[in-house]
């Protein structure tokens, strides 16, 4: 059935049978009755509508659960925060670590008078310290300190005269902190009471 022009015409209407729908709008009213296995209405909606629970009720356990996640949330990030920075000092740790030997020459050359004053070496060695000391390494060992044996090591104890208690009397190794880590002890010889 093409018109005149080639284009198609709508259909001709049949003579009004029973079975003739072609006026009807078809209309979704979802599956039938026993078709559908899950309900669009949540278990709540359905305990509201039969009166087992309130809509008061039904918010203070959102609030609840929200506050609940809410918390976890603050705990994950505080542990996130906590271990970050106990990851950020190991890392520090392990790259000061390969520079204590370099400290330790830098400090014998010192004794040694090998780093003048205003000499190439001694701002190299003034920089470096600088650096440690941002990154958070700082010595401790001094001699006249009381000696500790959490933080020093002795390698020898001289009996002095006039000497009260275990005292730092001279420093071979210096140790070194960063932050409240001890990364290495510091070697001492030790007065002790004669």
């Not at 209407?13 to 209309?27: A, I, T, W």
């Not at 918010?59 to 996130?80: C, F, G, S």
């Not at 106990?86 to 000061?96: H, Q, S, T, Y």
């Not at 001890?182 to 070697?187: D, E, L, S, W």
Request: charged content about 30%; glycine content about 10%; hydrophobic content about 35%.
């Amino acid at each position: 059935m093409s018109d005149q022009n080639g284009g198609s015409q709508e259909p001709e209407p049949s003579d009004g049978g029973e079975n003739d729908l072609s006026h009807e709008e078809l209309v979704d009213v979802g599956p039938a009755e026993g078709e559908g296995e899950e309900s669009i209405l949540s278990d709540d909606d359905l305990d509201i509508l039969s009166g087992q629970a309130t809509a008061e009720q039904i918010a203070a356990e959102r609030l609840a659960d929200l506050q609940r996640v809410t918390a976890e949330y603050a705990n994950y990030r505080k542990r996130t925060e906590a271990n970050r920075e106990i990851e950020r000092e190991r890392a520090v740790g392990d790259a000061v670590k390969g520079l204590i030997p370099v400290l330790d020459d830098l400090e014998r050359a010192e004794k040694h008078g090998d780093l003048g004053e205003g000499s190439a070496f001694s701002t190299i060695a003034a920089k470096l310290r600088t650096a440690v000391e941002r990154l958070g390494l700082t010595p401790y060992g001094e001699k006249g300190d009381p000696f500790d044996p959490q933080i020093h090591e002795a390698i020898f104890q001289q009996p002095t005269p006039g000497v009260t208690a275990d005292t730092v009397a001279e420093v071979v190794e210096t140790g070194y902190r960063l932050g409240s880590t001890t990364v290495r002890v510091a070697k001492v010889v030790v007065s002790v009471p004669a």
